[in-house]
């Protein structure tokens, strides 16, 4: 009954992280056109890497008890859980940078924000068009202020304040 508990408690525990892991892969690999070959690929790979590291871990937890009740002796205990810690180790990061990786991919800057080459790949000419000034945005007394404003380069203070000036 005692070995239950235990198998109950680990169940309890990884079966969030495995399902989570489960559901991301089947989401990934349905998505079909809406996500580039590229990034689904990277996608699927550390979904797979951290589901095969987690289902490690499990399995670890679970044999655990075995090999202490068991003769297996010190040496080969020890190469055991540096075989586990290792992989452990590997897979982590490997599946969690992946997944960045997949995030990241074929994402480009649209707009504006492309750079210096826009988004078609050929450079922006050095003088672009200057947009005429708005109603309201004349300038007086050649400074570029709004005309409402009256040439002044603030508003005037706020009802019940000194204005600003000398």
């Given amino acids: 009954m005692r070995e239950f508990g235990y198998l109950a408690t680990m169940a309890a525990f990884e079966t ?6 489960l559901v991301g892969l089947v989401l990934v690999a349905t998505a079909g056109q809406r996500l580039p070959r590229r990034p689904r690929m990277l996608a699927l790979s550390g979904l797979a ?12 937890t679970l044999l655990l008890p075995r090999v202490f009740g068991s003769d297996w002796g010190r040496s080969n205990f020890q190469l055991l859980n540096l075989a586990h810690g290792g992989v452990q180790a590997l897979a982590y990061p490997l599946g969690t940078g992946l997944l960045v990786a997949a995030v990241l991919a074929g994402r ?3 707009g504006a924000e492309a750079g210096p080459f826009g988004d078609g790949g050929q450079p922006v000419p050095a003088a672009q068009p200057v947009p005429q000034a708005g109603v309201g945005w004349d300038a007086v007394g050649g400074a570029d202020v709004p005309a409402q404003w009256d040439g002044r380069s603030r508003p005037d203070a706020p009802t019940g304040t000194a204005p600003d000036r000398p």
């Fill in 16 to 21: 969030p992280t495995v399902l989570v892991l």
């Fill in 49 to 60: 890497v951290l589901l095969v590291g987690a289902l490690l871990g499990a399995a670890w």
């Fill in 108 to 110: 480009r800057a649209r």
